[in-house]
């Protein structure tokens, strides 16, 4: 009885900006790590960028500098900054939680429906 409802993808330049955000509702007890992954055809699905609970980040190589996670812990909520985009940087990108459901539930990996974001002139 979780769900994770993401929003802000889209159709963006070469060198703009978008800003994910997924949320997460439900019997949610806790969340630890929170991360974004992305798909493009033909390639497997990668971690872009994660952080923990108490803020520590983690980035892909090819991201570092231009993509910016953070975490609202009050509202459930993960982010993903992306600025300096580039035609590489298109694919669904998915948002995933670690959480722990209440009611004596166990740590699970959940995962949003996943947003479309297209780098193109």
């Known amino acids: 009885q979780v769900q994770l409802v993401e929003s802000g993808g889209g159709l963006v330049q070469p060198g703009g900006s978008l800003r994910l955000s997924c949320a997460a509702s439900?019997?949610?007890?806790?969340?630890?790590?929170m991360g974004w992954y992305r798909q493009a055809p033909g390639h497997e699905r990668e971690l872009v960028a994660s952080?923990?609970?108490?803020?520590?980040?983690n980035y892909a190589d090819s991201v570092k500098g231009r993509f910016t996670i953070s975490r609202d812990n009050a509202k459930n909520t993960v982010y993903l900054q992306m600025n300096s985009l580039k035609p590489d940087d298109t694919a669904v990108y998915y948002c995933?939680?670690?959480?722990?459901?209440?009611?004596?539930?166990?740590?699970?990996?959940?995962w949003g429906q996943g947003t479309q974001v297209t780098v193109s002139s």
């Open positions: 952080i923990t609970r108490s803020g520590s980040t």
């Open positions: 995933n939680a670690e959480i722990t459901t209440r009611f004596g539930g166990r740590m699970n990996e959940y």
């Open positions: 439900g019997r949610i007890f806790s969340i630890n790590d």
